[in-house]
């Protein structure tokens, strides 16, 4: 029997558009153009030092972040492919300090796109998995030239949300609100193909992702609950735990989504200015609404994200995420200790 082919991407949205009515035309080249852009960065990625692309750039972003090559180029390359289409009324991302609004040569829409042009960079010159997250809006229709505020929007209002992981293969996961799909990346055809279609984190599991060099630093209940994992059989959970850190958030989140986990990054006291390290425009709100998508559960430690109404363009927040009944507990733990 002829192997049956898995489909493109290109299909699966075509499919999402005529049959599902899920999206329209307008977003359906929004994320191929996405995808396109990623392709693009993988193969940057891929060339590493024979492409020039490893090491600082010598500037920094808004956050105090120094720079990469790799963020610099990953957020050119997203922003070429996107601004010229019309399907766009703005972007924003991480290395850019304000919104970057459509070139009034080029006709707009009514999406507005925020990303992570290169998550994980700190892993970039060390060859280890690096990603692109990224989540679309609607434009608030009184929104002329949006700015700032046109992005303050609430999580659940994503219309999509997505990330590519550029690993020992590239994929390219995604979720219209219809389940989260992975598409991998066959380089000699050019093309994303389904590879994983409607994507289940289980409820339970063994195994978590921190990093365990900030225990000092975290709050009580953050201790209690990771203490609890470490004290393993002999401890109150009567079972062993295992740990896993990448350091990018793409890759601790794709092993979640294929065998289960739980990846928190607190708020911790090293740095009490800041509630959390990542951004929640375009690092946890879209990774909550793929796992939320999965059957999993994204909270600060309290509530849940995709509720929380933004109030800047790079805000940092706590991020719980994964198994649904670990994150549970640990936000059981915080809530209880706030009472
Ligand atoms: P970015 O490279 O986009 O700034 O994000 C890095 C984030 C995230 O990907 C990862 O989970 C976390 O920072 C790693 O933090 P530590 O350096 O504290 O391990
Ligand atoms: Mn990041
Ligand atoms: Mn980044």
Redesign the pocket.
């Known amino acids: 029997m002829p192997r049956t082919r898995p489909i493109s991407l290109t299909r699966f949205l075509l499919e999402q558009q005529r049959d599902k009515g899920r999206i329209d035309a307008d977003l359906r080249l929004l994320i191929e153009v996405v995808a396109r852009a990623c392709k693009q960065i993988s193969i940057a990625t891929a060339k590493g030092a024979l492409g020039g692309v490893l090491g600082e750039a010598g500037t920094g972003n808004v956050?105090g972040?120094a720079q990469?090559k790799l963020?610099v180029l990953s957020n050119e390359i997203l922003l070429e492919a996107n601004e010229w289409g019309g399907h766009l009324a703005a972007l924003a991302s991480?290395e850019m300090d304000h919104p970057h609004p459509i070139p009034h040569r080029y006709p707009k829409g009514e999406y507005l796109l925020v990303f992570?042009?290169?998550?994980?960079?700190?892993?970039i010159d060390v060859n280890i998995s690096?990603?692109t997250?990224f989540s679309v809006l609607r434009c608030p229709t009184d929104a002329v030239d949006p700015d700032e505020q046109a992005f303050l929007q609430a999580g659940t209002r994503q219309v999509a949300a997505g990330y590519a992981i550029y690993g020992s293969s590239t994929v390219f996961v995604l979720t219209v609100g219809d389940g989260v799909h992975a598409f991998t990346l066959d380089r000699e055809q050019g093309s994303f193909l389904l590879t994983r279609s409607d994507m289940r984190i289980p409820e339970d599991t063994g195994e978590f992702?921190i990093?365990m060099?900030?225990h000092r630093h975290w709050e009580a209940p953050m201790r209690r609950y990771i203490d609890e994992l470490l004290a393993g059989k002999d401890g109150p959970r009567g079972r062993d735990f295992n740990m896993r850190?990448?350091?990018?958030?793409?890759?601790?989140v794709h092993r979640i989504l294929t065998r289960g986990g739980i990846?928190i990054?607190p708020r911790d006291r090293k740095d009490p200015s800041k509630p959390g390290?990542?951004?929640l425009l375009y690092?946890a709100n879209p990774m909550a609404m793929i796992v939320e998508q999965a059957g999993g559960m994204a909270t600060d430690g309290r509530l849940r994200i995709l509720d929380i109404q933004p109030e800047k363009l790079h805000e940092r927040v706590a991020v719980f995420l994964g198994s649904r009944n670990e994150v549970e507990r640990a936000t059981r733990y915080h809530r209880e200790a706030a009472e």
């Open positions: 956050q972040e990469k963020d991480e992570d042009p290169l998550d994980g960079s700190s892993n690096v990603g997250i992702a990093n060099s900030n850190w990448v350091a990018s958030m793409v890759a601790d990846f990054y390290k990542l951004r690092e």
